[in-house]
């Protein structure tokens, strides 16, 4: 078998490891393949020829590979942060005022006395009411609700997006129905405060004596709608999606038959984790285990308001005794679907608002006694 020798191949290389054209190369017949080790040079030079012509492409080769390995993005490992359960916006429902209709004054028939002789009649001058007499009057109707005479644009129609409290009037920008409140809230004793102008939104506080609400205005396309609300609402989509509470229902939870008897919104009335079996059902953060609570825990978004103690009845009696009846009347639908919390659950429907009741037995062995916690949810906990 003829092959070429180390001298031969060594011209066929260049010194930049290419290979070049064979000029002249002798060939010679040997009968095995044997390296010669070079004495002398570096130690690259002194590697078998065949190793060396092997090592250089595997060297670039590996390079390369590297620097693919390291400039290669990698996708992003960490876990997406978990999704914050945020409560719907609120509005609660007022008095939609209407203008009474004028009732004539029933005529008085005077019935002259019979006498001898006819005497003359002395007119007598008709004494206006006083200006205290009239302030006396609003002073009476503004302890009711300062807000029954809230001035509503005469164009406007109540019930947008399928709420009570929610106005719309047509065909008007959003900067004129703003020029009709500023000039006429302050001829019915309103307070106006501007706190946001922005394109599309603006916001109002109204303030009228110990009352306060905030006008929300939006521009829906050539339409604009507003409601008083107790809060600011952030933006139109939000209103759309507001839940509707009734003021009744307000009124029937501020009446719970709690602790102290003389003010249920007092402390003693409020609900803590130690009155729940499972408080963890209720609140984002208990504190320790045990009986080691969080000094201030805070409730789960989703609860409206502060949740109550009424003593004296268990959850299905007192829902019976104080409840029953009065939701009929405030709500379209009040109906039991199932239980929470050891207690159980009533969904309440108007409309297209749906909230929960749920009545909780206080914590066997609770230094309270016999009760039901009161707890509103705007959303379903289940």
């Known amino acids: 078998m003829t092959r070429t020798t180390e001298e031969d191949l060594t011209n066929l290389i260049s010194p930049d490891g290419s290979l070049s054209e064979p000029q002249d190369v002798p060939r010679t017949t040997v009968t095995s393949f044997q390296s010669e080790t070079v004495g002398q040079g570096s130690p690259w030079q002194r590697l078998p020829l065949p190793l060396r012509v092997l090592i250089r492409p595997l060297l670039v080769a590996s390079l390369g590979l590297h620097a693919l390995f390291l400039f290669t993005p990698f996708p992003n490992l960490e876990k997406p942060a978990p999704k914050q359960t945020e409560a719907p916006v609120k509005i609660t429902q007022l008095p939609s005022v209407k203008p009474k209709p004028k009732v004539p004054r029933p005529k008085v028939k005077k019935v002259a006395a019979k006498v001898n002789r006819p005497r003359p009649t002395v007119p007598v001058p008709k004494t206006p009411e006083s200006k205290s007499a009239n302030e006396t009057k609003d002073t009476k109707n503004d302890a009711k609700d300062p807000f029954l005479d809230f001035p509503h644009h005469p164009r ?168 029953e009846s009065e939701l009929q009347n405030i709500f379209e639908a009040a109906t039991k679907v199932g239980d929470y919390g050891g207690g159980p659950l009533y969904q309440l429907k108007k409309g297209g608002m749906t909230l929960y009741l749920n009545l909780v037995p206080l914590k066997a062995g609770s230094s309270r006694g016999v009760g039901t916690i009161v707890v509103v949810w705007t959303q379903s906990p289940k």
């Open 156 to 323: 406007a129609q109540a019930g947008c997006y399928d709420k009570e409290s929610c106005y719309e009037v047509k065909g008007v920008a959003i900067d004129a129905i703003a020029d009709y409140f500023k000039q006429t809230l302050p001829t019915k004793k309103f307070t106006l405060t501007p706190l946001t102008s922005e394109a599309g939104k603006q916001v109002f506080q109204v303030t009228k004596g110990d009352k306060s609400l905030f006008l929300n205005l939006f521009q829906d396309g050539k339409n604009t709608v507003y409601v008083l609300a107790p809060n600011e609402i952030p933006s139109l989509k939000a209103l759309k999606g507001a839940i509707e509470i009734p003021t009744a229902f307000y009124e029937l939870l501020a009446g719970l038959p709690g602790s102290d008897s003389t003010d249920p919104a007092a402390e003693s009335s409020l609900a803590t984790p130690e009155d729940f079996d499972q408080p963890k059902l209720f609140y984002q953060d208990v504190g320790g285990s045990g009986d080691g609570f969080a000094l201030n825990p805070e409730q789960l978004p989703t609860i409206d308001g502060s949740m109550k103690v009424a003593i004296g009845e268990e959850p299905e009696p007192f829902y019976q005794s104080y409840f």
